[in-house]
């Protein structure tokens, strides 16, 4: 059973600064592709970022330039470093593995105050 689970949210103001992390319960090398999902409130989960095996990263035009995705092959972790957040990031944020299927996280919630 793969496990991801999600850790590094939290409530930050405007134009602040958060990583969340990502771990597995396996080596992130059996993932073709990793990524963080978001979900706002009262909305449908949308994708924030995406990473695969070779390093190649895709980003929502609404975070480029701010958002950051990394992997650390060695921890098994995945990362996304967010900076100069805005209220409307708001949202629980999903960590997402593809290998033969889809694998999701529990969320972490981040609260953006203006």
């Known amino acids: 059973q793969v496990q991801l689970v999600e850790s590094g949210g939290g409530l930050v103001q405007a134009g602040g600064s958060l990583r969340l992390s990502c771990a597995a319960s396996?080596?992130?090398?059996?993932?073709?592709?990793m990524g963080w999902y978001r979900q706002p409130p009262g909305n449908q989960r949308e994708l924030v970022a995406t990473?695969?095996?070779?390093?190649?990263?895709n980003y929502a035009d609404s975070v480029k330039g701010r958002f950051t995705i990394s992997r650390d092959n060695a921890k098994n972790l995945l990362y996304l470093q967010m900076n100069s957040l805005k209220p409307e990031d708001t949202a629980v944020y999903y960590c997402?593995?593809?290998?033969?299927?889809?694998?999701w996280g529990q969320g972490t919630q981040v609260t953006v105050s203006s």
């Open positions: 997402n593995a593809v290998a033969v299927r889809r694998y």
């Open positions: 396996l080596s992130i090398f059996s993932f073709n592709t």
């Open positions: 990473i695969t095996s070779g390093g190649s990263t």
